[in-house]
């Protein structure tokens, strides 16, 4: 019994075995292409479809993996920052405008710059998880800009006022822009419609006469798009988050008007480049207007002052003409402290010197030691010879006048 059993076991096939059976090739014969006989090992071609299926999956995966990457990085290299105060009536038109784009952008920043309005609760209650908030006191929209910056992330920053909106595919558009852009390109802008009360509705550069048919259309010297332009492209454009950190138009104590500063600023570091299709709307009623800000003495003084820092600064670096625009601000300047009874109004008429002198120079000079009345005698001598200049450009839109 003891030697049947044995021998019994002993016939079984063991594990080993087993598992050497199960994977022994198994051989077919079959004919190649010219009728001869071949003899295929079936398991090892299987082993062999199975690894380049798994290749070819393993491949696609990483192919889709490398466009989400190229796809996530575009949309997160672009911070949109929004200014707000008191505007809850109109500050939904743009977020929503944001929102929509068919390109979402890596993070929205909405500075409240300290409103008493409902503006907070709105934030809170209908746009909670979509924006980020970031509250202050309040300081002026470029306090509240200067703050956007020093918050965001991204590359390129992208602001927009509370009262405008965007096009749906501004994002878009921009971003396949800065694709084709050299690296020392600063500032990217597109044209954008003009709503106003009239019900006139025109574009920027239509308007303007500024010429850019190509689909990038890159300026070697910005200075000539930043004047006699007036630079109001903030809500159209890219700006480097890098080359804005080096400029200091938000640090200016200015409260306003610091767009055109910061253009001469960055056009003295970089290039700028414009794409031609509008991007956004742009609106300009009638109490929104920089016109009707000068005439209540809200930002006439700021509107000035960016000009005397911006004319100083390209002055310095490139000298003729800008000197004299220079001493032309600087009475602006002295004009609207006198209108205001701020001070200050002598030392913005003997600011004029900073950059040569004329005839000009010298009589204004003398008139602001008498303080706001010399200053207003000047004016009034100068409106009987010419209608009195507001701006320091065209403006057939009606945007600064």
Not at 6 to 15: E, F, T, Y
Not at 92 to 104: D, F, G, K, W
Not at 167 to 176: F, V
């Amino acid at each position: 019994m003891a030697v049947a059993s044995a021998a019994s076991m002993l016939d079984r096939p063991q594990p080993d075995a087993l598992l050497a059976r199960e994977s022994a090739p198994v051989a077919r014969r079959t004919r190649d292409s010219k009728g001869r006989v071949v003899v295929r090992d079936v398991e090892r071609s299987r082993g062999l479809a199975d690894r380049a299926r798994a290749t070819r999956r393993r491949r696609c995966a990483i192919g889709r993996a490398r466009i989400g990457r190229i796809c996530i990085m575009s949309a997160a290299d672009v911070s949109v920052v929004i200014p707000t105060f008191n505007r809850a009536r109109v500050l939904p038109r743009a977020i929503e405008s944001v929102l929509a784009q068919t390109r979402r952008p890596g993070e929205i920043i909405v500075v409240d710059d300290g409103s008493t309005d409902e503006t907070p609760e709105l934030l809170h209650d209908r746009y909670a998880g979509a924006v980020r908030v970031v509250r202050q006191n309040n300081a002026g929209v470029s306090a509240a800009r200067a703050r956007g910056v020093a918050e965001a992330s991204g590359e390129w920053i992208a602001f927009l006022d509370s009262d405008d909106e965007w096009l749906p595919e501004k994002l878009e558009m921009q971003t396949a822009a800065t694709r084709e852009l050299p690296g020392d390109v600063v500032w990217l802008f597109s044209n954008f419609r003009i709503a106003r009360d009239d019900g006139a509705d025109a574009t920027l550069f239509e308007s303007y006469g500024l010429a850019c048919d190509a689909p990038v259309t890159i300026f070697d010297d910005a200075t000539g798009v930043c004047y006699p332009f007036l630079f109001p492209f903030l809500q159209c454009s890219f700006l480097k988050r890098a080359a804005l950190k080096r400029v200091d138009a938000f640090s200016e104590g200015l409260r306003s008007s610091e767009d055109f500063l910061l253009a001469v600023q960055m056009a003295c570091i970089g290039r700028f480049a414009a794409t031609p299709a509008p991007v956004a709307k742009v609106y300009r009623t009638s109490d929104l207007t920089a016109c009707s800000l000068h005439r209540s003495g809200v930002s006439g003084v700021d509107y000035f002052r960016a000009r005397v820092l911006a004319f100083d600064l390209l002055a310095r670096r490139r000298g003729g003409v800008w000197r004299r625009r220079y001493r032309e601000a600087s009475r602006a300047l002295a004009i609207a402290l006198a209108e205001q009874r701020q001070r200050g109004v002598y030392r913005a008429g003997l600011a004029q010197l900073r950059h040569g002198h004329d005839a000009k120079t010298w009589a204004f000079l003398l008139l602001s030691l008498g303080g706001r009345w010399g200053v207003g005698l000047w004016r009034r001598a100068r409106e009987r010879k010419k209608p009195p200049v507001t701006h320091a450009g065209p403006d057939p839109l009606g945007l600064f006048a």
